[in-house]
């Protein structure tokens, strides 16, 4: 039986495989840069599996508990997000992000700062710092960039459901 504590949400992940709430987090590894960080030039903050609580196994599925006021908080913050998805024309080279970034703030021209993180396969989450900024960017629909294109699409939550267990669960599905 799944634990029943309704200050923290459940999740379910099966690529976690074999690993148990007995199991012990192995020896650190030097961290490796992702493809999309590489691309970003950015750095990631190194996370340690011993940082994060233990998964629990109940039958097929490991759970593992989250913040529930922290999920709220971060769903918030997603609300002045999109999602954009770079399609190049064949024969065209890679865009690094920043010449990206700087293709796009040509067209859109924010007033505030945004942010533009790789999520990989040509698609990015964009970050606005106001809602403004976002309906403008979002009312300008796809973009035209001399070798391809930039689709929006606007940002859902779907990766996460309410359960008739009043937890919150990732849903992989």
């Known amino acids: ?5 309704y200050g923290a949400a459940i999740c379910p992940w099966k690529f976690l495989g ?7 987090p192995p020896p650190s ?9 590489v691309l ?11 940082q994060l ?13 989250i913040n529930e006021s ?9 609300k002045t997000n999109l999602i954009g998805h770079l399609l190049l024309r064949k024969g065209s080279k890679p865009l690094r992000t920043d010449a990206l970034k700087s293709l796009l703030a040509a067209l859109w021209q924010p007033l505030e700062p945004w ?15 106001t809602e403004e900024d976002l309906r403008r ?3 300008g629909g796809t973009c035209t960039l001399p070798d391809g294109i930039f689709r929006l699409t606007q940002w859902k939550q779907t990766l996460f459901q309410e359960t008739p267990f009043r937890k919150l669960t990732l849903n992989f599905g």
């Open 115 to 129: 942010r533009l993180v790789p999520l990989g396969k040509g698609y990015f989450d964009i970050h606005f710092s």
């Open 137 to 139: 960017v979002w009312g």
């Open 18 to 24: 074999g690993l148990d709430s007995a199991s012990q």
């Open 29 to 37: 590894a030097p961290r490796v840069r992702t493809f999309a960080a």
């Open 40 to 50: 970003s030039n950015s750095t990631e903050p190194a996370i340690s599996l011993s």
């Open 70 to 78: 922290l999920y709220h908080e971060q769903l918030k913050e997603f």
């Open 1 to 5: 039986m799944p634990p029943t504590s």
């Open 53 to 65: 609580l233990p998964p629990v196994v109940h039958g097929d599925k490991i759970y593992v508990k």
